[in-house]
């Protein structure tokens, strides 16, 4: 029974030869050779095959081929020919001669255009502190990247182009060198309807100095009485979030200037009540308790914290199950769980008969 190559590999079946390397015959050259050897001559064959002619002849004479054409030529002998020896005679080549008016017509074009490149430079060495490369090239009539250039080579920067300022920013700068001393940053932003940065950077421009008042003044009595209420209980970040309009750091500011300091306790209970590791002395008393009585997932629950809370805190204390605890939980875990199981049956069950 014939074998079928498996899917995914090549059948050999069909292969004979091997492949040939550049400097080698295979089977069909070796044929060629000996169907071909009396009608072309070696150099033909070599040029057919594309093969060198030295492996060509290296084949024939292995395979002791006889050509007619090599018989034919060995007959008819080529008789010696007198030839007349050549006479030498003078070359003499026509080269075109440039005749001196066109050597000064090069000349004065050279001239020419270095002129010209002079002018320039001097142009634009007299006027690039005043006018822009564009502008100077509309005087020169020539082209922005030549002005460019001779700028370059002579490592010198022309003046940019000033962009005309829109109407309602002249009116805006205008009102701020006006009332620059009436009003703040933000004040002028209330009024020009913009953001502060915007504010800010007419004022770098116009180079003066914004009005600063103080912070005390800017803040209304309202919110320093709600730091006064809540800065016991509250942290500047939460305080902070409930005005909106005050950054931490000025709550922060302010709760130092007005002597709102907190004490070692009311620090410690805001950290307790963020940091939620650390577990109150009746948190402690109730885990101690129950230990061994219940799971750590039930204590967890009823005391609003995680698992492993309370199971770090147990071996922190160093608190250990025994044996008869632990199957006793079990027995206790394992019929928790029959009932629970139980009521989703009977629940099953009572929604397919609805259903029916």
Known sequence: ????????????????????????????????????????????????????????????????????????LSKEQPQPVAVEPIKELPIIVDVPVKSDVTVSDTEAKERK??????????FILKHYKQHTALEMAKMLNTSITSVRYHLKCLNIKSVKP??????????????????????????????LNCSGDVIRIAFHRLKIKPLRKPLSQAI????????????????????????????????????????FLKT????????????????TDSEEKYILKNHGKISFLEIAQNLKRTRSSVVKFTTRK???????????????????????????????????????
């Open 162 to 191: 000033t962009l005309p300022t829109p109407s309602h920013l002249l009116e805006r700068q205008k009102f701020i060198e006006e009332n620059h001393e009436k009003y703040t940053v933000n004040e002028f932003a209330e009024k």
């Open 220 to 259: 209304p009595q309202e919110v320093i009485e709600f730091l006064k209420a809540n800065y016991r209980t509250m942290t500047a970040r939460e305080m902070s979030n409930v005005l909106g309009n005050l950054s931490w750091t000025q709550i922060k500011y302010l709760c130092e200037k007005h002597g």
């Open 1 to 72: 029974m014939k074998k079928i190559a498996p899917i995914g590999r090549m059948s050999t079946a069909g292969k004979r030869f091997k492949s040939a390397k550049p400097n080698e015959l295979s089977a069909s050259d070796k044929n060629s050779i000996r169907n071909n050897i009396n009608i072309l001559t070696k150099q033909q064959l070599a040029f057919r095959l594309g093969k060198p002619l030295e492996i060509i002849e290296k084949f024939i004479k292995k395979e002791k081929l006889a050509s007619i054409l090599d018989i034919q």
């Open 264 to 279: 070692p306790e009311e620090t410690e209970a805001i950290r307790n009540r963020w940091n939620r590791s650390k577990f």
């Open 113 to 122: 255009k270095s002129a010209i490149a002079a002018k320039k430079v001097d």
């Open 318 to 356: 160093g608190l250990k199950i025994t044996k008869e605890q632990h199957n006793a939980l079990n027995k206790k875990n394992f019929e928790k769980g029959r009932i629970t199981m139980k009521a989703r049956l009977e629940a099953k069950d009572k929604s397919s008969l609805n259903e029916n």
